[in-house]
């Protein structure tokens, strides 16, 4: 993933890691209990822009903070900040039944080969993951030469297992699961775009809801090209550091960022690290956009949100359950899930 420099070495140095640092999930014995129960440390939360009040206030009494401006106003609102061109936020863009799709696709079809993800390094392609993580199986790596994993129902592990066989369950590598790339593959070893590595158009119905977002960031007349998409999967603690989206061709597209499942912290940050950076929620359902300047600003998400208040996603959860079952709610309960599309020539 998107390395910070070396952590130790430059805790402190920049605005930007001093962000990080204030919001990241630190635990701390609980002193009224302190059978060695660890809670996570409480955090200011004042300074954070919280786009979802503020769309309340403006579509009630026309308000804004200072330094927001409404780009358009439709159906719902689009939302700017005045030092940062080219970003555009838009709460509450997905319907909840938008959310469930979309998180049932990133954990069932997105990571299918020959999309990759974060395993293909270690485990090869790794097909139906999902499924197996729900049918408790076991992946088994079955040929040590050329390195070829299989999946296996618990019951018949022994008798597939030599003793000396590696082995980890789905539900383990299912929590792992840290990345998929659609549509052409980006190569995080080398942080390159790999157009030689085969691979699908990323589907339909995602390159629609892309292109209808990324309308008000698009140059007059133009239409968004959605080209490739990182799915990035959140658990507890999980972070992405500040980082610059620079490997696709032309700036003046945005990427096209959606938010799913437990709430989270974004750091919209300026051209370098020493700018004092924005910090805003990212809610199950909000739409970001980073377009010419901004994608020149560092960016990260600190935080996820995993408990039950915080997390804001109760009605997110009840939709999923009785639509598909307690597995996708399960998964869902203490992770956040991130699809972000770009244009990449
Ligand atoms: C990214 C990214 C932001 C997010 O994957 O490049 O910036 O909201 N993601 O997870
Ligand atoms: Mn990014």
């Not at 440390?41 to 401006?69: A, M, T, W, Y």
């Not at 799709?101 to 080969?113: A, D, G, V, Y």
Request: with cysteine.
């Amino acid at each position: 993933m998107y390395e910070s420099a070396n952590v130790s070495d430059d805790a402190d140095r920049t605005a930007f890691r001093r962000a990080e640092k204030k919001y990241k999930l630190y635990y701390e014995k609980d002193s009224k209990f302190s059978r060695r129960k660890k809670l996570p440390k409480p955090i200011d939360l004042s300074e954070l822009l919280d786009f979802k009040l503020i769309s309340q206030d403006f579509n009630n009494n026309g308000v804004l903070p200072d330094g927001i401006r409404v780009s358009k106003v439709d159906s719902s609102p689009v939302f700017c900040i005045e030092n940062r061109p080219g970003f555009y936020f838009i709460p509450g863009a997905l319907s909840l039944e938008e959310q469930c799709k979309w998180i049932k696709e990133s954990l069932t079809n997105f990571p299918q080969p020959p999309n990759r993800t974060n395993h293909n390094a270690i485990y090869g392609p790794i097909a139906d993951l999902f499924d197996s993580a729900k049918d408790n199986k076991v992946l088994v790596q079955e040929d040590l030469t050329n390195n070829k994993w299989k999946f296996y129902e618990e019951d018949d592990i022994a008798k597939a297992k030599q003793s000396s066989c590696k082995s980890v369950s789905a539900s383990v590598l299912l929590r792992k699961l840290r990345w998929s790339t659609l549509g052409l593959q980006f190569d995080w070893s080398k942080r390159n775009y790999d157009v030689s590595l085969p691979h699908n158009n990323i589907p339909d119905a995602l390159c629609q809801l892309a292109k209808t977002h990324a309308a008000i960031a698009m140059p007059d007349g133009e239409e968004f090209r959605p080209e490739g998409a990182i799915v990035n999967y959140f658990g507890i603690g999980d972070t992405l550091g500040g980082h610059l989206d620079d490997m696709e061709a032309d700036w003046s597209k945005p990427i096209v960022s959606m938010s799913l499942g437990c709430k989270a912290i974004f750091l919209l940050g300026g051209k370098s690290k020493d700018d004092p950076p924005h910090a805003m929620y990212l809610r199950s359902g909000d739409v970001v956009l980073m377009a010419g300047e901004a994608r020149e600003c560092f960016h990260g998400v600190p935080r996820i949100f995993t408990d039950e208040k915080n997390a804001e996603i109760g009605a997110l959860e009840s939709e999923l359950s009785h639509e598909s079952g307690h597995f996708f709610t399960e998964y869902i309960k203490t992770s956040r899930i991130n699809i972000n599309i770009r244009q990449v020539f």
